[in-house]
């Protein structure tokens, strides 16, 4: 199973800065497999990033993902009030999807 | 646009069996897609349950294959979830969700459901 670790675990950040998000993996992950989601209080996830770099219909563009192999990256240009939540990484390995224990943007 | 809405006991007793299904429209479960499940603890992360494939073909998170079991009804155009069992720590919001084969990452999801175990 691939192991997903996300960090930091919070992130305090102002409206306007920049974020960046890790997810490592335990193992190599094919980046055409690894996905970012956001998830606010109450709500079911939603998907900002597939392929490790492509954003999501609708996902505005100062949301970018990179990476390759073990290391994936999340970007956020300049943070939103929207934009403070939860976010996860997910791979899939070819039989079975794991996620990142999830990263928390939170306003400082 | 896919909808998904989950349905079934709030509640479920230690030691009994957890039940949920997923009721589709805006498209066919006998599509090419995969349909599946992911719980999420009070307070906690995401985590993949299960994956059944249009064809049957089903996908089980290892840590949890033993108990649970995932079904299409095509007639209803809904998928179910089994988890046999149960104990306190599978209390959680159980969601439904979407995935889109190729990339193979969740684009649909229910609004969730809370099933709390206990007695």
């Known amino acids: 199973e691939v192991v997903l670790t996300q960090s930091p675990g919070t992130l305090s950040l102002s409206p306007g800065q920049r974020a960046a998000l890790s997810c490592r993996a335990s193992q190599s992950v094919n980046s055409s497999y690894l996905a970012w989601y956001q998830q606010k209080p109450g709500q079911a996830p939603r998907v900002l990033i597939y392929?490790?770099?492509s954003r999501a219909t609708g996902i505005p563009d100062r949301f970018s993902g990179s990476g390759s192999g073990t290391d994936f990256t999340l970007t956020i240009s300049r943070l939103e009030p929207e934009d403070f939540a939860v976010y996860y990484c997910?791979?899939?390995?070819?039989?079975?999807?794991?996620f990142g224990q999830g990263t928390k943007v939170e306003i400082k | 646009q896919v909808q998904l809405h989950e349905s079934g006991p709030g509640l479920v007793k230690p030691s009994e069996t957890l039940s949920l299904t997923c009721t589709v429209s805006g498209y066919s479960i006998t599509s090419y897609y995969y349909w599946g499940w992911i719980r999420q603890p009070p307070g906690k992360g995401l985590e993949w349950i299960e994956n059944?494939?249009?064809?049957?073909?089903?996908y089980y998170n290892p840590s949890l294959r033993s108990r649970v079991t995932i079904s299409l009804d095509t007639s209803k155009n809904q998928f179910s979830l089994q988890l046999t069992s149960v104990t306190a720590a599978d209390t959680a919001v159980y969601y439904c969700?979407?995935?889109?084969?190729?990339?193979?990452?969740?684009?649909?999801w229910g609004q969730g459901t809370l099933v709390t175990v206990s007695s």
């Open positions: 997910q791979q899939y390995d070819g039989s079975s999807w794991t």
């Open positions: 392929g490790a770099s």
């Open positions: 969700v979407h995935i889109l084969t190729g990339p193979f990452y969740f684009d649909y």
């Open positions: 059944i494939y249009h064809s049957g073909s089903t």
